[in-house]
Nanobody, 122 residues
Framework: QVQLVESGGGLVQAGGSLRLSCAAS????????MGWFRQAPGKEREFVAA???????YYADSVKGRFTISRDNAKNTVYLQINSLKPDDTAVYCC????????????????WGQGTQVTVSS
């Protein structure tokens, strides 16, 4: 079992930056692939970024160049650095974990956090 707790969301003006964190419980964090998804009101959950246990990363086209995913296995934490925020980035951001291969679909992940709200004002 893995428990995930996100933090770092908030209200920010367009063009600003945020760093989201996802702290994981458990002693095997380093063996998990981790992902970030987001869900805006009235929309489906959307893949944002993922990082494998080896550190390989993958991004949705809509966030490439603005979002950076990273992990610190010593701290059992995965991060999502978000730059040049846009109003369309407004959503609840959730992190997820899986022991399987890195994936881009919600069903690829086994464990989910509750999410952190990111609101971007224009």
């Amino acid at each position: 079992q893995v428990q995930l707790v996100e933090s770092g969301g908030g209200l920010v003006q367009a063009g600003g930056s945020l760093r989201l964190s996802c702290a994981a419980s458990g002693r095997t964090f380093s063996s998990y692939a981790m992902g970030w998804f987001r869900q805006a009101p009235g929309k489906e959950r959307e893949f944002v970024a993922a990082i494998s246990w080896t550190g390989s990363t993958y991004y949705a086209d809509s966030v490439k160049g603005r979002f950076t995913i990273s992990r610190d296995n010593a701290k059992n934490t995965v991060y999502l650095q978000i730059n040049s925020l846009k109003p369309d980035d407004t959503a609840v951001y959730c992190c997820a974990a899986t022991v399987r291969r890195l994936g881009v679909r919600p069903r690829d992940y086994d464990y989910w956090g509750q999410g952190t709200q990111v609101t971007v004002s224009s």
